[in-house]
């Protein structure tokens, strides 16, 4: 190849290369989308976590949410109440108060209190095991199948399996709520941090069919709603459900419980 043939054919492929960065360049400016600075501000504060407790795909989501109205200032519940007065300042509104809440295991059949009908050999997962007969090998229907899928979920080491039970760790838990959309039982609810009366167990069976399955599963007897002096607690489907914006945490329901269910 002649020297002429080299120089043209680098001229052309410099020539080729200038013209696409030109061309990137002006179309970078061109179609270029502005982002908010309050936008930036929110998601410099924000945890990181992406962790979708939110409601967004991510920490990106909820900032851009914030700035367009479309989400509260105190959205993201892994920062909570220091995270929100932070956002509220960006913003310029008050942040209002926020409440401390943590995930609950609404079961307290353990190993030595819920009977077995059969035993269980497979994948390590609550999901597939509810698949299983009878939603699995636990007699009762509602029970937390203790294989840790929602231990998998949660991102921040706040869930574990306890003799058969999961068990949150209130202090760890940032209510992002992982761990309620994975339970195949619906066990797991989000409750106030400071709430200190609830009902552990969730089965909806008469008292007659709880008692043959599960030592400490709630019958339904009514008791602790008979006893609450205001009518913060309801026997619904054979379970009693507390109100923690009436109860006042005497600690007359618990006290009165056959069960000793509620905590």
Do not use: W
Not at 4 to 27: C, K
Not at 46 to 58: I, M, S, T
Not at 225 to 250: M, T
């Amino acid at each position: 190849m002649s020297i002429t043939g080299i120089i043209l054919a680098a001229a052309i492929v410099g020539g080729t290369g200038l013209f696409i960065g030109v061309f990137l360049g002006i179309a970078g400016k061109k179609f270029a989308v502005e982002v908010d600075e309050r936008e930036e501000a929110i998601l410099e504060v924000l945890p990181g976590n992406n962790c979708g407790g939110c409601g967004y795909a991510g920490c990106s989501g909820l900032a851009a949410a914030i700035v367009k109205g479309e989400a509260e200032v105190g959205g993201c519940p892994v920062g909570g109440a220091p995270v929100a007065a932070k956002i509220g300042a960006i913003m310029g509104q008050e942040a209002g108060a926020q409440v401390h809440e943590v995930a609950f295991v609404k079961c307290a059949g353990t190993c030595d209190k819920a009977k077995q009908e059969y035993e269980y050999h497979g994948l390590n997962d609550c999901v597939m095991m509810n698949m299983m007969q009878a939603g699995g090998p636990k007699g009762c229907n509602y029970g937390c199948l203790g294989e840790g899928t929602c231990v998998k979920a949660c991102p921040f080491d706040a869930i574990h399996i306890v003799n058969g039970v999961a068990v949150v760790d209130k202090e760890a838990c940032k209510a992002c709520g992982k761990c309620v959309a994975v339970c195949p039982k619906h066990l797991i609810e989000i409750v106030p941090y400071d709430q200190k009366h609830l009902v552990q167990c969730s089965s909806k069976d008469k008292g007659k069919d709880v008692m043959s399955v599960c030592s400490v599963g709630c019958i339904g007897c009514k008791m602790c709603e008979k006893i609450c002096k205001f009518d913060a607690v309801k026997v619904e489907n054979n379970i009693a459900h507390i109100d923690p914006e009436k109860c006042i945490g005497c600690g007359a329901c618990a006290a009165k419980c056959p069960k000793k269910i509620i905590l």
